[in-house]
């Protein structure tokens, strides 16, 4: 039998596993997922009982539409291979598929939980869409049906308005970074507000709305952007992302743009309010102006100087009485504080030595040397007396008489 090097086997192994295992479709649960600087994704897929590496490298990772989570439950698609350096097999995966669940409406789902985390959806930092827009932006497709249905409306209800069109993809791979270029370019040019829109379709369709680059060229826009794709029923990520969210491209239009005939009625009504209130104010100004002249005609200002002046004679006598007033008060209070003092302080002295006289008995009582009384001593623990009753077997005392101190041992304890 030949002797083979661990390359020469591992080689061969390698052989018999890409040759017999060129396409495999395995189901599990992704674990350690690793997204390397170079693109490629390590990660582990594993069951109950059993796990398996596995690789996919950039060329395919790129193609993903959603992120690879740990604990996803996914099918792979791919190869089994062998890694030679260190003799371990993997899966070589092409693609990936959510098991249960289309790709797309995952990706959408974890796009929008991500960017909702981040404050992209967030009502307080939406801008305000200005009453009578000047100048608007839209982005769209030049041949779609969206494009003329918005045209239309804006031709009905509000011509005085500048229009540009940016044509773009709207649907495709290619579809997300044109939206992206065109936002900017709009952005810069300084619009009362960009439209994005788009008619109907599938969720494959719609999706350029959906991907993360064109989430963010709105959520940076300074320009107030609506977000005008699909019917009422879709809704695509930079309907949450914009500032204006509109069913459908006219509806887009009929929400930003005045009703040029409610125009024309607001302002006859307008007209006739301002010729009411200019005839109100000039009658309120015609009875003002009577009503003074009859006040200057009985009031000279000779008489309002004086009466000021008497004005001015009253507060000072108040204020003289006033502050009187407090003197003569600070007196009797200083005076009764005189008087009450020296009683006080008498009080306070003869309180402090009762205290102190009192403390002395109760020192004099206590004091082991002045207790005499044959057969009886002071029992303490740690220089502090205690009761005997506390005392435990083998615990170590202090028995005190008037002359004598001695230290004790608990040999036995008994109820009496």
């Given at each position: 039998?030949q002797t ?7 080689e ?18 992704l674990?350690?997922?690793?997204c ?10 594993k ?8 690789v ?8 993903l ?31 990936i598929?959510?098991s ?7 990706a ?8 909702s ?5 967030d009502?307080?930092r ?14 769209t ?37 044109a939206?992206?270029?065109?936002l900017g370019l709009?952005?810069?040019k300084g ?23 064109v ?8 320009t ?6 699909g ?5 695509v ?38 010729t ?10 015609k ?13 000279s ?6 009466q ?10 108040s ?11 600070f ?12 009683h ?23 004091d082991p ?6 057969g ?18 083998d ?8 002359r004598v101190a001695?230290s ?8 009496i």
């Amino acid at each position: 039998m030949q002797t083979l090097s661990v390359s020469s086997l591992n080689e061969q192994i390698k052989t018999l596993l890409e040759s017999t295992f060129t396409r495999v479709l395995v189901e599990g649960e992704l674990s350690r997922v690793t997204c390397h600087n170079s693109g490629h994704i390590y990660f582990t897929l594993k069951d109950a009982s059993s796990s398996i590496k596995a690789v996919m490298f950039k060329g395919n990772a790129s193609k993903l539409k959603f992120e690879l989570q740990e604990g996803l439950k996914v099918i792979l698609d791919g190869a089994i291979t062998l890694y030679k350096p260190r003799g371990e097999y993997q899966i070589n995966c092409f693609s990936i598929q959510p098991s249960g669940h289309g790709a797309l409406a995952l990706a959408y789902e974890q796009l929008k939980e991500r960017l909702s985390s981040k404050g992209y959806f967030d009502s307080a930092r939406k801008k305000s869409i200005v009453k009578f827009p000047k100048r608007i932006a839209l982005i769209t497709s030049a041949t779609g049906a969206a494009l003329q249905d918005m045209l239309r409306v804006a031709n009905s209800r509000y011509r005085a308005i500048e229009i540009d069109i940016y044509d773009v993809l709207v649907q495709g791979e290619s579809a997300a970074p044109a939206i992206v270029k065109a936002l900017g370019l709009a952005d810069a040019k300084g619009y009362d507000v960009i439209v994005m829109g788009r008619g109907g379709g599938s969720i494959e369709d719609l999706w350029a709305f959906n991907e993360e680059i064109v989430a963010d060229a709105i959520f940076k826009a300074k320009t107030p952007i609506v977000s005008a794709v699909g019917h009422e029923i879709d809704w695509v990520i930079s309907d949450f992302v914009a500032d204006l969210r509109a069913p459908t491209p006219s509806a887009a239009m009929q929400m930003i743009l005045p009703d040029s005939n409610e125009l024309y009625q607001y302002i006859d009504s307008i007209s006739t309010q301002y010729t009411q209130r200019v005839m109100q104010k000039i009658y309120n100004s015609k009875q003002e102006l009577t009503h003074l002249v009859n006040l200057y005609s009985g009031h000279s200002i000779e008489k309002k100087i004086s009466q000021k002046i008497e004005d001015v004679k009253q507060m000072q006598a108040s204020y003289n009485q006033t502050i009187s007033f407090k003197i003569q008060s600070f007196y009797k209070e200083i005076e009764s504080i005189k008087i009450r003092f020296p009683h006080v302080i008498e009080s306070r002295i003869n309180i402090a030595r009762n205290q102190v006289t009192t403390l002395q008995k109760m020192l004099e009582s206590n004091d082991p040397k002045l207790k005499s009384k044959k057969g009886f001593v002071q029992i303490s623990k740690d220089a502090k007396v205690i009761d005997i009753a506390s005392l435990e077997v083998d615990e170590i005392f202090d028995l005190m008489s008037d002359r004598v101190a001695v230290s004790a041992k608990v040999l036995e304890k008994r109820d009496i």
